[in-house]
């Protein structure tokens, strides 16, 4: 077994950055000053610990904060004042962010259903955008994504941040170098114990909450009072179930480190087993993703913690000679016995994939999750899910990447939208 030494990898990836760094000032791209101005959308939980990230940066300036929840708005405007010098402004809808020239980027945490329309929106007011994961909320969006990035020459980055670890990197690097032999099979899980969410009930939304807006694109639906914040997660009219909302991290290192791209099919099973509430997605989930001569695997459990190997998250990698564990804070090669050859610490790389953002913005190139690969990424949760509410296995046309000759699947492709809300590049 070729074994590539840390040295090793160090020194190739110091080329392929310096080999980066001049394609970027070979583009052209406009570049904004030093100074990168923000706004961020959706700042309830993921959005705060964003705008805390990107306010802390050099060179980057959190210009907006945008949420329709006035508490989450008030609490999180209180924690980012401290960190830079002038307060960033508040406002309830994101339009006002895009309206103002003088910001350079929109950053993208409202829930799901907007991903895709509020991208594509920014896109075209010239603003670069950092999406948080799912790329969006159904297939269609993500080929308007990719289209209006290239269209309106944006950097569009999404945010799984392992792409940026240098420890991941480090254990993709050895993955390719053949240090398991040629490997075949992937797998990622998640396993844990959820809440259930109970039976909702209809009433009207709180005060301090534009319902209305936090809707947008979506088709109205009455308020329940078991829906925001977090719950939405776990409906198909907002969500895209675990699988889009926890599966896309392992399913994007799992995709990165087979190197493949589209599967050709794609089957789905399981079922809500545990939880009698009003969640719709499933509570257990398998999916498999066919490509040829390669296979990847997901299964989630949110109501029981045991996981695959004792782990409750991680990605395996199965080759003809061994097998890479990517799993909690480290990664593991292993031997065709299963006997550990080598290991090392892994970091989370939050912050390097915000600067990688932050640097493609000043001085053009490619950041290190760009669009087109997240919505790759993002398209088998798509497909796994078309699988599962479809009963059926999803067949796809290996040239475009579409479902063959099912009616029922392809009415899952898109969405209905709120009039005045669809997308369009």
């Known amino acids: 077994m070729t074994m590539l030494h840390r040295r090793d990898f160090l020194q190739t990836t110091a080329a392929t950055g310096a080999a980066l760094a001049i394609g970027r000032l070979a583009r052209g791209q406009d570049a904004p000053s030093e100074r990168v101005r923000v706004g961020v959308m959706g700042v309830n939980g993921r959005g705060a610990a964003l705008a805390a990230g990107f306010a802390s940066r050099p060179g980057s300036e959190v210009a907006y904060l945008c949420d329709v929840d006035q508490l989450a708005l008030d609490k999180c405007l209180s924690q980012i004042s401290g960190q830079q010098a002038a307060a960033p402004q508040a406002v309830t809808d994101f339009r006002r962010i895009l309206d103002d020239d003088s910001v350079d980027a929109l950053v993208v945490a409202a829930p799901d259903h907007w991903h895709g329309p509020a991208t594509i929106l920014a896109c075209a007011a010239g603003k670069h955008v950092y999406v948080e994961k799912p790329a969006c909320h ?7 994504m990719i289209e209006a990035a290239r269209n309106h020459q944006r950097v569009v980055q999404m945010g799984n941040q392992r792409r940026s670890s240098t420890g991941v990197a480090e254990a993709m690097q050895r993955l390719h170098a053949g240090e398991i032999g040629r490997a075949l099979f992937a797998r990622g899980w998640i396993t844990s114990v959820r809440p259930a969410i109970g039976r909702g009930q209809t009433t009207q939304p709180p005060p301090h909450l534009d319902y209305t807006l936090w809707q947008g694109p979506a088709p109205e639906q009455p308020y329940r009072d078991n829906v925001i914040h977090y719950h939405w997660h776990w409906f198909w009219h907002w969500g895209t179930g675990e699988l889009g909302n926890n599966g896309i ?11 493949v791209d589209y599967p050709v099919s794609a089957v789905c099973g399981g079922g809500k087993f545990h939880f009698d509430d009003d969640q719709e997605t499933p509570d257990t989930q398998l999916a498999t993703f066919n490509f040829g001569d390669k296979a990847i695997h997901w299964e989630h459990r949110t109501w029981q913690n045991r996981g695959i190997d004792g782990k409750t998250w991680g990605a395996t990698f199965y080759g003809e000679q061994g097998s890479l564990a990517i799993v909690d804070d480290r990664y593991t090669l292993f031997d065709v016995e299963g006997r550990p050859t080598a290991e090392a610490p892994l970091n989370n790389g939050e912050s390097e994939h915000q600067i990688d953002f ?3 913005i000043r001085g053009g190139g490619t950041p290190k999750s760009e669009i087109e690969e997240g919505v790759k990424s993002t398209f088998l949760c798509h497909v796994g899910n078309i699988a599962y509410r479809s009963r059926q296995t999803v067949n796809l046309d290996p040239a475009t990447h579409q479902i063959v000759d099912n009616a029922e699947q392809q009415a899952l492709w898109s969405r209905e939208y709120r009039p005045g809300w669809e997308p369009a590049v």
């Open 358 to 360: 932050l640097d493609c």
């Open 249 to 259: 991290h392992a399913l994007d290192l799992c995709r990165w480190g087979l190197g």
């Open 138 to 144: 159904n297939p269609r969006e993500g080929e308007l």
